[in-house]
């Protein structure tokens, strides 16, 4: 067997059995190979932006990673925003990105360029396998790195007659290192803080974002009255009836200011200390409150979750955590508003759904309006690179087939991979597209008040408008083989997203929300 | 004034007066001081492979650079693909990427990524602003390094802080340096190869491929029988009735190989030796046939026109060049082919056209069919990485708002950079698209053989089909803006192009052209 065929046998052996791909010349054996192991599937991107954002929402959803075939270093670079949204998720993947035979690289060949130092940027793992014997055990020790807790991007660089080389061995599992333990003393310090007179608040993330640390966390808060927070940016939250209502902090500084107010201490637990997520003249950039002490339970790369239950037996043994009731908004009539239409989506989300969030201003309804719906999960913009809600969407869909997949998405932030929708089709993945088309990058509107900037005219305001001419994402959608339709009025919005969750494969709703603000 | 207000002040004074943007929140000064600049004019983007290939098409065009403004890491990452075709090209370009505030860097907020190592693999420019004070000299280095010859990226990283910070001052433009002196004795050397009796080829590359360099070219060529060839992908190449038809070195290797039989002497004048786009199993990289000695005319850094120019005084004193004849095919009937739709191209191409050229495998026969049509102006895919086309297209045609701009588009490359549609609608360019829609990556397919990948089967096929389901670019340039219509005829190809071109603004032809190969 060449070197392509031992990685793809050793990538299925060790549970990465999804390839999203858009691949080019010297990616060619690697494709050809895709034939020889039955097991491992292709999904064809048409830009990279679609294959490592599809790879960060499967991993999301499936919990192991997928793997992602690019096209030497551009396809690296164009795949490079949704990877750095991904790193910040730290979800587990498998990135080969293919390179120039080993004895071309000399040539400086028209598309050669620096694979390695882009894809060092991503603070990952790297490695260049060296020939064609050495690629099972490369693509094993890829796998282990991603998986290792919390998850990491592993980048394998490929060269062309490594993979069209004969000699290879397909590798052996490797376990992935497990989380490490909790610190001796932290659970125990931080119990302390509990029993304590001051207020205190936990900050949780990354796993623990999943129903057994939202419970543990949940049951903490109801029996100490310490307040509990989300990130801001979850990898993936669990959410709805039955299960924890956990706020999360804030986008805007102002809202984090006001949600962490009188707070003492600050225990955090999986998550990073809240920051601004830019900085503005005369703002502080470190949000937490003037005084307030920080306390780590449990780092990200440590088992956050068994820290949470710990710590729940310690504190509040005997406490249930508090749960939202099943309870939605009444289906609302009239011309869509911000509000409106996140009621819509709270009547109507269907029991199991998976939600990808880039609805931006759009979606600050949203959290309001869903909280007692049924059961679903949320996948959100988790480096703030836009462009991964639709991308996700499709990741989530192929991991999970069998679950509703709704993407909300922002007007200004579609055209980035808007080819997406094109693979949802290919695929009948049953992702349900709501694209908020508020004409404008309205976001930028807004900051551009919140920098300060005083001189702002006419030619700045016209960066901000996507109105001259309209994205028509009707068309669009139809164009790349998505049904779609447009709606003006809730009870539109009602119809078209009940009909859409009916019927199989992908749909989109050009939803004409006007800007929140 | 403040940083931002005297970057774009320099940038203006120093001849840059386009900044093609996609802008974040850490640009908002920079968006906010175009209002107190008139003259700078901010052209917006989508996704920034449309900024970062529209910069490059307009420099190619304009002759000298523009700006552009991306947003951070995710930002400048998104534009690499087509940085890295305009670092092929060396297209002068100046990039001002917005960072955090300096202060607010320590806090790794989410959208902190390494932005100097990225544009550290563009081999150009890179400077990291340090006070607003400094801006307008650092813009000046810029535009001199930017514009030094061949011509490369310059990179600004502009932090927030230093943006928004006072006591900016614009600064005083800084000349470029001059093109290199062609080494002494280069044209003597040469002169004398092309007076001895082993057979020669000149390889010309960069500007001399411009009018003065193919006419210097072809004189040499005619009065001592060297071949003439140009560069695989010229940066610009003047074309049609009247000036010289230099043919260019093919894509494949084998190409090339027949191109260069028998040559002893391979004479480098801008160019680079010529080797093979990728590695084959088996294949030669280096195309420079056995035995033969390669020599130096003039470096990219140097004035290739000047050695040109004056080697064509000394060996061809009293040459005319051979010049292409206006001749044009016959409008061709039927059903669309590989040839006869370039026939209804060259038969209709009107006079002063900028072809921007990503037709890939489609495009094979355009050379033949446009030899004597008009004068026009060719830009190729420079570095190999697809979704240059449209872009390139956009920057065209903001450099010659009155010259007919005709972007012939593969369909596989179509959607990297898809939404520069969208900009050619709102700022009303001359462009019409010719969109080559065989429905597959047909390169790949080709590409699968010549690799000579043994076990290919239905998976591998799968991921050159584009047509499950079918692309729709009619509806999808519809969607943002743009008029389009389909031809599956070379009648309906020709009437719709001949429509498009008399009407202003933009417009895309659907052409149903079944592949070459």
Known sequence: MNGAQSLIRTLVDA????????????????????????EMRGVLGLSEGVVTGAADGYARIADRPAATLLHLGPGLANGMANLHNARRAHTPMVNIVGDHATYHKQYDALLESDIDAVAGTLNGWVRRCGGAAEVGADADAAVAAAREA????????????VSWGEGGQAGTPVPARPAEPVPDGAVAEVAELLRGAEPVALLIGGHACREEGLRAAAAIGAATGAKVFAETFPR???????????????????????????VRHLVLVGARSP?????????????????????????????????????AAKVAPDTEPPLAAARRP????????????ADVLGALLPEGAIISDEANTSGLLVPGATAGAPRHDVLTLTGG?????????????????????????????????????????????????VLLNNRAYAILRMELQRVGAESSGPKASELFDLSHPDLDFVRIAEGMGVPAGRASTAEELAEQFSRALAEPGPHLIDALVPPLL
């Open 15 to 38: 549970g990465v059995d999804v390839c999203f791909t858009n691949p080019g010349t010297s990616e060619m054996h690697f494709v050809a190979a895709l034939d020889t192991v039955p």
């Open 150 to 161: 919390p998850g990491r991007i592993a980048t394998l660089i490929l060269p062309a007659d």
């Open 236 to 262: 993936r939250i669990e959410r709805g009836a039955g299960l924890p209502n956990i706020e999360r902090l804030g986008y805007l500084a102002e809202q984090v200011t006001y949600q962490l107010d009188g």
């Open 275 to 311: 920051v601004s997520f830019f900085a503005y003249p005369g703002k502080a950039s470190d949000l937490v409150p003037e005084g307030a002490a920080v306390h780590s339970l449990a780092g990200m790369e440590q088992d956050v979750v068994a820290a949470l239950t710990e710590l």
């Open 330 to 341: 009444e289906l609302p009539s009239g011309e869509l508003t911000p509000q409106n239409w």
């Open 385 to 433: 690179a836009i462009g991964q809600g639709m991308p996700v969407a499709v990741g989530a869909a192929i991991a999970a087939p069998d679950r509703p997949v709704i993407n909300l998405q922002a007007d200004g932030s579609a055209l980035y991979t808007v080819s997406a929708l094109w693979t949802q089709a290919r695929e009948n993945l049953n992702v349900t597209t």
